[in-house]
């Protein structure tokens, strides 16, 4: 093994262009690929700015040719020359116009054969990429992802600075606090018996950072929750935190449109129009069935309620007396796709959301076939057809059920469901919008009780507030959530700055005075010394990037990802520890002794 003794680099692989040639120049890197074309070697090094060819031939001195001989895919490499053009130029890199003419050369280190070839046209299976990621990450369209990714942090960091944001970082190790998705708690060692929590999002910290008289925050943090893992979702994750004072609500959209606006500029050179559209949540449910709707395509749902008002067909007729809705979706033109095999399929799909069944008419050139409107008249089948704007060619699906949101939620999957099988996606397009006006709450079954649909500190829209002890149901938030192609970028509100009305807040929750205290007292205690009006929000950074680069999945937008069981195969973490430094945190576990409790 060599040394790079007196060679320093003095320009990147990815960087040359023919403009540079005749200049001698010292790259290094690793080599991505070699070609022994006997009197002559191509040899390509690769480096993180992208690839450069290098060439040795008779006119080579014999001891950097026979180096050159012995080169082997992933060698690193330094080598000294004078950059030429290419006699054979191509277009496949970047530096397709020159070459290297190697002068001098060290090889710094050698490498065995790897697991797979570091090329992006080889299919390799995900559990072997990422035991080896550290290879994996040497591929060029994954390595270029987390330059971009660096990138869009930058561009983040630049727009709030010159917004008059101050970047300011909060605690790793924090308070467990309820209202939230499962904790990672951390054990302390000098305070037995007690646990800090990772932080799910920096929000009780940066609402402090308002009454601490910052009036501008924003930090890109890192976050831990212990949940259940999906494509576009990881135990450990970063957000794009930030919260201002003394605006409203059109502020904070009005000034992250601009940061939208500037990133899809900047990093792919494509222009979205602002202001976005602002879609009720109402909305939102009612015609696409989901609170982050993808309006890259039609199939909008309708309600179909009014037309069979008072018929005597079971279903339709329980769920309308009992306050709830009989809905569909008019697929145009699909009744040669949609054949019954495939909305047999639907009618399970539909199932799993809740619904009892999936209800349907195909009206095909040849025939006319329903599941149910033998069962009506001629005239509610007339008024049905009518209000679904039924024509020869489409297909109609219905979902009747006594509550509206799980009628909608169900056809809102299988819209998605039909078009993503159909191809009806435009997906060049990216589609923006703010969901607003959210439920404040939401009624948790297993807990018997009102939850916040997004966290206790929410600010209740005025005209609701008399209500939010006595018709909780009915109060709705001054919330937003940014969503792109139906996926959700990103959410906040206006939060509560009044201590007599967060105490109500705490109330309508069901916790009781000294529980509020318990968990967030230091936050009660900080109202009573002045709070402005302040709100923020919070982007998902990983999902960011993945919509951004159109990846499949935030693994490929984060360098050291988890997979499904919260694992990372490469380092085989999490893993067992030492069994004195569960000593030392007063901790027995019951997997390592056969227990049936935890004693702390």
């Not at 020869?392 to 009628?407: C, H």
Request: hydrophobic share 40%.
């Amino acid at each position: 093994m060599e040394t790079m003794g007196t060679l320093r680099r003095t320009h990147y692989c990815g960087e040359v262009r023919l403009p540079d040639a005749g200049q001698e120049m010292v790259v290094a890197g690793s080599i991505a690929k070699c070609r022994d074309k006997g009197g002559i070697i191509f040899a390509d090094l690769r480096d993180t700015s992208g690839i450069l060819q290098m060439v040795f031939d008779d006119g080579t001195d014999r001891e950097v040719f026979a180096k050159a001989q012995s080169l082997r895919s992933e060698y690193v490499v330094i080598a000294k020359g004078l950059l030429r053009e290419r006699d054979a130029k191509t277009t496949k890199i970047a530096t397709g116009d020159v070459e290297l003419y190697v002068s001098e050369l060290r090889i710094l280190s050698t490498a065995e054969t790897t697991p797979f070839e570091i090329r992006d046209e080889v299919t390799v299976k995900d559990e072997l990429r990422l035991k080896y990621r550290y290879l994996d990450l040497r591929r060029d369209s994954l390595h270029q992802t987390l330059v971009l990714r660096s990138k869009i942090c930058q561009i983040v960091r630049n727009y709030y600075c010159d917004n008059h944001f101050t970047e300011i970082e909060t605690p790793i190790l924090m308070k467990s606090t309820p209202e939230g998705a499962r904790d990672y708690p951390v054990p302390s060692r000098v305070q037995p018996g007690r646990f800090y929590a990772l932080p799910q999002s920096p929000q009780l910290y940066k609402q402090l950072l308002m009454l601490s008289g910052f009036d501008r925050y924003f930090q890109i943090a890192r976050c831990f929750r212990d949940e259940d893992l999906r494509a576009d979702r990881q135990p450990e994750f970063t957000q794009i935190d930030l919260e201002m004072s003394f605006v409203d609500e059109n502020d904070i959209m009005t000034l992250n449109e601009g940061l939208l606006k500037k990133l899809w500029k900047d990093v792919l050179n494509v222009e979205i129009e602002t202001p976005f559209i602002r879609m009720p949540w109402k909305e939102a449910m009612s015609r696409f069935g989901s609170d982050k709707p993808d309006t890259r395509f039609g199939l909008e749902i309708i309600d179909l309620s009014e037309a069979v008002r008072g018929t005597e067909f079971v279903p339709f007729k329980a769920a309308l007396e009992a306050g709830g809705t009989v809905r569909c979706i008019n697929c145009k033109g699909m009744a040669d796709k949609l054949t019954r095999k495939n909305i047999d399929k639907l009618t399970n799909d539909a199932k799993a959301y809740g619904v009892k069944g999936l209800a349907y008419t195909r009206l095909t050139a040849d025939a006319e076939t329903s599941s149910f409107e033998k069962f009506l008249t001629a005239e509610e089948k007339a008024a049905l057809r009518a209000a679904a704007g039924a024509e020869t060619g489409d297909v109609l699906l219905v979902v009747a059920d006594a509550n509206w949101v799980k009628a909608c939620t169900a056809l809102g999957q299988i819209r998605l469901l039909v078009a993503k099988k159909y191809e009806l996606i435009d997906e060049s397009k990216f589609n923006f919008l703010w969901v607003t006006e959210f439920p404040l709450f939401e009624y948790s079954e297993e807990e018997g009780r009102w939850m916040a649909m997004h966290h206790p500190f929410t600010m209740p829209h005025a005209h609701c507030i008399d209500k939010l002890e006595s018709d909780p149901g009915a109060c709705t938030a001054i919330a937003y959530d940014i969503v792109l192609n139906g996926v959700e970028l990103g959410g906040g509100s206006i939060r509560v700055n009044d201590p007599v009305l967060q105490q109500r807040m705490f109330k309508a929750l069901g916790f009781t005075e000294e529980r509020a205290r318990e968990c967030f007292g230091f936050l009660m205690d900080a109202y009573k010394y002045g709070a402005p009006p302040h709100g923020g929000m919070a982007y998902g950074l990983d999902r960011m990037v993945m919509l951004m680069l159109n990846r499949d999945s935030i693994r490929d937008v984060i360098a050291f990802p988890k997979v499904q069981n919260a694992g990372e195969i490469m380092s085989g973490c999490p893993d067992l520890v030492d069994p004195k430094q569960l000593e030392e945190l007063n901790i027995v576990s019951t997997a390592l002794t056969g227990g049936d409790h935890t004693e702390g």
